[in-house]
């Protein structure tokens, strides 16, 4: 039998009080001495080791190394494992390296400490690339693989974005370039949340040249003559980078010739020399010039030009007012679209040339010094005006082509250059016409008659109606006022009704008053009767009539013809009355003188 059994027996033998038992004795088997040296032990062996909680990050030593794991000792009661894999950006790992881990399980289910070095480089990365977010400060990346919009750099063994944006100050097409590259950056954002980081490299590039931007601008003064870089073309200019500042030449000053798009001129990447023109105070916004370091080309142009000469250029500019066109390099001359042709009715310039025509004009004015000139091509031509009474004297006929309407007339076109006008009032005598475009169209042939000719204001007036006889000398006879023609009403309205005669060139008007028929009634629109013209005026070609008038002439006619007869009858009586009347006054004659005989 064992110490302890019968240490127990003799306990439990013994007489003593329940109060006064010693539990612990009982329960550990020892007694108060050994539970005291036990203790002791304890306390000077977990004194040797530390004290450890889950996610703490320490240093540990490599003590040994298998084919999959690595042993790691961080002086506590048992050693941990870490898994290879875990190195594999450290293939040098070897026994005594000291390295970074975090507690990921005090014990597993075997008892097995659980380290890992990943974990511990990531915690760290992170308190890093804060740090350096913080202070700005510059850190090197392994530019690791190219991503949708950018790349993936691992900064301190955390994964970082590189916006393709954010790679060069240039626009970079190829990013596969840069894989596999180790590159500064500088940390430009963090979001803890979802744990991002995005880097730059630009943002190192931008702040090298605003150093060097400060010096230049600080030396540069107009009329400078700088060598740059074409950086990039735009259609209204070209940016030329003179070494950290960017100046901008516009497509006016690249060249004393006229430039459609500077890439006609320049392209990128090309060395080019320019001058300062201008800056604004800050000097942000720097305005260069190329064409002004050649001479200007009005200076080469010929001393003996003049007005009246005859040059001969190429059409380098086309719009609806003219064409601009180049008759020696740099030198422009303007064709009004009034100086390509007599016609007097203007045109499109692109109607009589187009951009890359070689064309012949004459010098009209030439002023050396703003450096204009104008030039004409019709001047080429004879003037269809010289000997115009000789081919149109007033009272000839001609067929013309209409060109275009006013509100008071019709232009017509003889021939190129000889325009005429017939007014509104001369195109019809019969019509009343509201507008020239109710009596024919643009591009008709027009038979004309010449009114007037005023050869100063290169003005031919024509008429239309004056090939025919006037209708209105007969109509003055035939529509005299009093007279009955059958007509019929056309139109009907409030004020009246629009009359047709057998002559379908006469429009009569019959008020609405006289539209009014024997029984009560008024003449409707389409119906014939009879009107009597009661107004006829040649010169403004009005005729006025009533039907109403017909009937109450009749009606006089028959009271006047009542009141003849009655008039007679009446004179008849009083003759007879005075017959009778004088009868008896002989009677009574006749009678006294018989008396008197007696």
């Known amino acids: 039998m064992s110490k302890e059994t019968n240490s127990a027996e003799v306990i439990l033998n013994?007489?003593?009080?329940p109060e006064q038992f010693d539990w612990d004795s009982f329960e550990s088997g020892l007694d108060a001495d050994a539970r005291k040296e036990k203790s002791d032990l304890e306390e000077i062996y977990n004194g040797s080791l530390s004290s450890l909680n889950d996610n703490d990050v320490i240093t540990g030593k490599v003590v040994r190394l298998t084919d999959k794991e690595a042993i790691v000792d961080i002086d506590f009661k048992s050693e941990g494992v870490i898994s290879l894999n875990e190195f594999r950006y450290n293939p040098g790992l070897k026994v005594g390296d000291d390295v970074e881990v975090m507690v990921d399980r005090r014990e597993d289910k075997t008892g097995q400490l659980q380290l890992s070095h990943r974990k511990a480089r990531t915690l760290k990365a992170w308190d890093r690339v804060n740090e350096l977010h913080e202070t700005g400060e510059i850190v090197n990346g392994f530019v690791k693989s190219r991503t949708k919009g950018g790349m993936i750099v691992d900064v301190h063994g955390i994964e970082a974005f590189l916006p393709g944006s954010q790679i060069d100050v240039k626009p970079i097409k190829d990013y596969d370039q840069f894989v596999g590259k180790t590159m500064e950056f500088k940390v430009v954002k963090i979001n803890p949340e979802f744990k991002n980081v995005v880097v730059s490299h630009k943002a190192l590039i931008e702040a090298d040249i605003e150093g060097q931007k400060k010096e230049i601008i600080a030396q540069l003064e107009k009329g400078q003559v700088l060598e740059g870089t074409v950086k990039n073309i735009t259609s209204y200019g070209v940016f030329v980078d003179l070494g950290g500042v960017d100046g901008l030449i516009h497509i006016t000053d690249l060249s004393w010739s006229r430039v459609n798009h500077p890439s006609e001129i320049l392209e990128d990447g090309q060395t080019v020399k320019v001058v300062i023109l201008d800056f604004d105070d800050e000097k942000t916004r720097i305005q260069l010039g190329m064409k002004?370091?050649?001479?200007?080309?009005?200076?080469a142009l010929s001393a003996d030009m003049k007005v009246g000469d005859k040059v001969k250029g190429k059409v380098v500019v086309l719009a609806d007012y003219g064409a601009f066109v180049e008759i020696a390099p740099g030198v422009e001359g303007l064709i009004h679209v009034s100086e390509m042709s007599w016609s007097t009715h203007l045109r499109s310039a692109g109607d009589f040339v187009k951009v890359g025509d070689e064309v012949e004009a004459e010098v009209l004015t030439l002023d050396r010094e703003d450096r204009k000139i104008s030039l004409g091509m019709k001047q080429l031509s004879?003037?269809?005006?010289?000997?115009?009474e000789a081919k149109y004297p007033v009272g000839s006929e001609h067929v013309g082509t209409v060109r275009n309407f006013t509100n008071f007339g019709?232009?017509?076109e003889l021939e190129e250059g000889i325009d005429g006008l017939i007014y509104i009032s001369d195109l019809s005598w019969t019509k009343k016409i509201k507008h020239p475009s109710e009596f024919c169209a643009v591009g008709d042939k027009l038979n004309v008659v010449v009114l007037e000719l005023d050869i100063q204001a290169r003005r031919l007036?024509?008429?239309?109606?004056?090939?025919?006889e006037n209708p209105w000398d007969k109509f003055e006879t035939k529509y005299a006022e009093g007279t009955v023609h059958a007509g019929k009403a056309v139109e009907v309205h409030d004020k009246g009704a629009s009359v047709?005669?057998?002559?379908?060139?006469v429009e009569a008007f019959c008020p609405s008053r006289l539209l009014e028929k024997e029984d009560g009634s008024k003449i409707k629109k389409g119906e014939d009767a009879q009107f009597k013209v009661i107004?006829?005026?040649?010169?403004?070609?009005r005729v006025v009539?009533?039907?109403?008038?017909?009937f109450r002439d009749e009606e006089k006619k028959n009271v006047k013809e009542s009141n003849n007869r009655s008039n007679t009858s009446s004179s008849s009586s009083n003759n007879e009355e005075r017959s009778t009347l004088g009868d008896i006054d002989v009677l009574a004659e006749l009678k006294k003188k018989m008396e008197g005989g007696k």
Not at 545 to 550: E, L, P, R
């Open 410 to 412: 019709v232009f017509v």
């Open 382 to 388: 004879k003037d269809p005006w010289e000997n115009i």
């Open 545 to 550: 009539v009533s039907h109403t008038g017909i």
């Open 500 to 505: 047709q005669f057998e002559d379908a060139e």
């Open 292 to 299: 002004q370091l050649e001479a200007h080309p009005w200076d």
């Open 461 to 468: 007036s024509l008429g239309h109606k004056q090939l025919t």
């Open 14 to 17: 013994q007489n003593v009080a």
């Open 535 to 541: 107004e006829f005026n040649k010169e403004f070609k």
